[in-house]
């Protein structure tokens, strides 16, 4: 089955960066996006951005732009999310999420378990 | 960029009972909305996408509604398993956005 399975839990001091994969199996990995959307503690989902696994190509949202990379290795088919300059706001579950190439990138289904990375000094 | 704006921020509503949650887009986003909803501890699951088409394995008794601005979803008969926090997304124009959810709770 189509699963997207994250890497675990970090502490991060503030100014540090951070950096969470996603690794897809049960479909042809350069066939649909991977969207990255976050969730601090108690709050919202937020998109951060997207990248096609095919070409590399990303799309950040602009709150994200300078600090954010997307990058992905096709011979694992894993997509990676480094975040610089981590504050205490970057608290929270990030989560990756597959979307299909013919909805324009649109809906996201499935998505991984999340990843917890907590900035505190 | 597009706000999405859910109403009401919470639901109380009885199981078997019918549940109706609103969602409205700051400009139009013709047809381009999903839902989701998300239990807590565990990630977010796609329920409608397109304002109305079911996504694999939802049961029949949530369907979706609308185009351009405003936008619902219904739980026809609420069980036990359906009591958590609903996010509608629109994918029309960047960046993608979300509303702030709407929690279904026990009545």
């Known amino acids: ?41 108690g709050q919202g989902l ?21 600090r954010v990379t997307m990058t992905r290795d096709t011979s694992t088919s894993t997509v990676y999310m480094e975040l610089s300059g981590l504050r205490s706001e970057d608290t929270a579950v990030y989560y990756c999420a597959r979307a299909p190439f013919d909805s324009g990138a649109g809906w996201f289904d499935p998505w991984g378990q999340g990843t917890l990375i907590t900035v505190s000094s | 960029e597009i706000v999405m704006t859910q109403s009401p921020a919470t639901l109380s509503v009885s199981p078997g009972e019918r549940a109706t949650l609103s969602c409205r887009a700051s400009q139009s986003v013709s ?8 239990k807590p501890g565990q990630a977010p699951r796609l329920l409608i996408y397109g304002a109305s088409t079911r996504a694999t394995g939802i049961p029949a008794r949530f369907s979706g509604s609308g185009s351009g601005t405003e936008f619902t979803l219904t739980i026809s008969s609420l069980q036990s398993e359906d009591f958590a926090v ?11 956005t979300f509303g702030q959810g709407t929690k279904v709770e026990i009545k």
């Open chain 2, 31 to 38: 047809s381009n909305l999903a839902w989701y909803h998300q």
């Open chain 1, 1 to 41: 089955q189509v699963q997207l399975v994250q890497s675990g839990a970090e502490v991060k001091k503030p100014g540090a960066s951070m950096k969470v994969s996603c690794k897809a199996s049960g479909y042809t990995f350069t066939t649909f996006y991977i969207h990255w959307v976050r969730q601090a503690p």
């Open chain 2, 86 to 96: 609903y996010y509608c997304q629109q994918y029309n124009n960047w960046p993608r």
């Open chain 1, 46 to 66: 937020e998109w951060m951005g997207i990248i096609n696994p095919n070409s590399g190509s990303t799309i950040y949202a602009q709150k994200f732009q300078g």
